[in-house]
């Protein structure tokens, strides 16, 4: 592919224009919105976290572990910050809070076979709305 | 359904160069291959389709030829318009605040609309001392002239606004600028030696296929006009300096175009660029009107079909073949990749894909908010524009800001 989306790569491109993920979660129980539209970038991040009921020993996960269930996304941005947005939804649903937690902007970047260095920063707002999110869920417990 | 079309509205960066050009500078690569330097037969031949060139040149812009040079790009051209004329009152020593003259220190005036190759010079100008006033604009995009009169002192040595900008396509009075500009009072009063009036550049470089570029009409001293904008190849421009103008070098080596742009004369390019405006000129009227009834097409469809959207720009007073909309919670370089998947090609203000992340500088003078920078689109047609582009844009363009604006539903 020739022009301006040869700057990224082919699953940036299948990202941004097939977003994974999208939309609200009716029944969000952790909830962010990060950045800003002064800076052209927003991005809103619902997610359903639950708890397993039963104790699942090929994930090896633990009874009562909070698990996302489901995240969706909508966002305001440039086609980068969709793009990390909807591989984000994709790397933490069905995993377990504290391992959404060590998602890094590096493994998104990676995830989408690199950005651009001027896009680095999409991938860091990906990562400050799942740890938003997640302090919104922790936060509406106590 | 038009699937598969190839859309290209994206003339204001660059246009296809005419069959015509390629035709004529055909025999100046191998054949024709002279430096124009040189004594011989090769070199005179060279010599004498570079000087054709400049005199078929200076009789579009009504002007003498020895008022044309020929540069490297448009950039260049504006850059030697700027700092020739603040080097020709002793440019650095100037700068470090060593006045000259019966104490005159240079001061400058642009506008803060220009294209980078004039405003990025100023200011680098002012970090190096001199005092510049940027003129801020209306919501059209048009300079305030009241500021530019009231901005105007002894010692202002140059003023540079743009013809036309090339982003919203809004056209400024030059002529008008002109009468302030050159009306200053009693030259004795003037603090600098040399400059009994300010001089008034401009560059012009989207404008050559549409407007007039009759030099003593619009009443400047030195214009930019830059070749692969009308049909041209890349990698050369003109400057028309009038006679007695003081502009000094600012590159250094031989004697070539007055020696104020040395360096051996780029024979094919030259020849090229002068059969591509003397194309311009001749198609002008044909292209005004098939273009601007085209533009118009897609201004109203652009409106009717979408929501939250308005055309930025001066209403009447634009080029004909520059659209520039903002759409509101969309951004820019989302819109361009998806049209771009779908064939089309644009531009946008947005910061995104400015590539230092900084959203276009002309819209927000224009007072458009900076969320709403981030939603610009320019479409710019162009001669080869046809009517079923038109439509296929039409088409495209209202699916695409709706999906994008599912995207964002609620933010």
Not at chain 1, 45 to 62: G, I
Not at chain 2, 153 to 182: C, D, F
Not at chain 2, 331 to 343: K, N, V
């Amino acid at each position: 592919m020739t022009g301006i989306s040869s700057l990224y790569s082919e699953k940036v491109m299948d990202h941004f224009l097939h977003p994974r993920n999208m939309g609200e979660l009716p029944d969000a129980n952790g909830v962010a919105t990060v950045g800003n539209k002064i800076c052209g970038d927003v991005m809103r991040l619902s997610l359903k976290v639950s708890k397993s009921k039963t104790k699942d020993q090929r994930s090896k996960r633990e009874n009562g572990e909070e698990i996302i269930e489901d995240a969706k996304f909508q966002t305001l941005g440039c086609g980068a910050a969709i793009a990390t947005s909807s591989i984000a939804t994709e790397m933490i649903k069905g995993k377990p809070l504290k391992d959404a937690l060590k998602l890094t902007n590096q493994a998104i970047a990676d995830a989408l076979g690199g950005l651009p260095p001027v896009k680095y920063h999409c991938s860091v707002l990906a990562v400050e709305a799942v740890r938003k999110a997640i302090k919104d869920y922790k936060n509406r417990l106590k | 359904m038009l699937r598969g079309m190839k859309v290209y509205l994206d003339y204001a960066a660059t246009t296809p160069v005419y069959p015509e050009v390629i035709e004529a500078m055909k025999p100046f690569w191998n054949e024709k291959f002279g430096n124009a330097s040189s004594l011989h037969s090769w070199g005179r031949e060279a010599r004498t389709a570079v000087e054709k060139s400049r005199a078929k040149v200076a009789e579009i812009l009504n002007c003498q030829p020895e008022e044309i040079i020929f540069t490297g790009t448009t950039t260049t051209s504006d850059n030697l318009a700027i700092l020739g004329v603040v080097g020709s009152c002793g440019l650095w020593v100037v700068g470090r605040g060593i006045r000259v003259g019966n104490g005159g220190r240079p001061h400058l005036i642009t506008s803060q609309i220009e294209h980078h190759a004039v405003l990025d010079t100023f200011k680098y100008l002012e970090k190096q001392g001199f005092k510049v006033d940027f003129l801020p604009v209306d919501k059209y995009g048009m300079v305030d002239l009241g500021k530019l009169e009231k901005a105007i002192r002894p010692e202002t040595v140059l003023v540079s606004v743009m013809y036309a900008n090339n982003e919203v396509g809004t056209i400024q009075p030059l002529n008008e600028i002109s009468k302030i500009v050159h009306s200053q009072p009693n030259p004795a009063t003037r603090l600098t030696t040399h400059f009994s009036q300010p001089v008034l550049h401009t560059d012009a470089a989207a404008t050559a296929e549409y407007l007039d570029l009759d030099v003593k009409k619009l009443g400047v001293d030195l214009m930019t006009l830059g070749s692969h904008k009308f049909g041209g190849p890349k990698g050369v421009g003109i400057l028309y300096i009038k006679k007695d103008t003081p502009v000094s070098p600012i590159t250094f080596g031989g004697h070539h175009e007055s020696g104020l742009w040395p360096g051996t004369e780029a024979v094919p390019l030259i020849v090229g660029m002068t059969k591509a405006l003397e194309l311009s000129i001749k198609y002008r009227v044909s292209s005004i009107k098939k273009v601007a009834e085209l533009r118009d097409k897609l201004i109203s469809g652009v409106l009717e079909k979408i929501p939250d959207c308005y055309l930025t720009g001066h209403p009447t007073l634009r080029l004909p073949d520059i659209t520039s909309f903002v759409f509101k919670n969309v951004e820019g370089e989302a819109i361009l990749l998806r049209l771009d998947a779908e064939g089309i090609a644009a531009s946008s203000g947005s910061a995104c894909t400015s590539g230092d992340l900084r959203p276009s500088h002309v819209l927000l003078a224009m007072g458009i908010p900076a969320e709403e920078v981030h939603g610009s689109i320019r479409f710019s047609l162009g001669r080869e524009t046809t009517e079923e582009e038109i439509d296929y844009v039409l088409e495209v363009l209202p699916r695409v800001i709706s999906d994008l604006r599912n995207l964002s539903k609620g933010i």
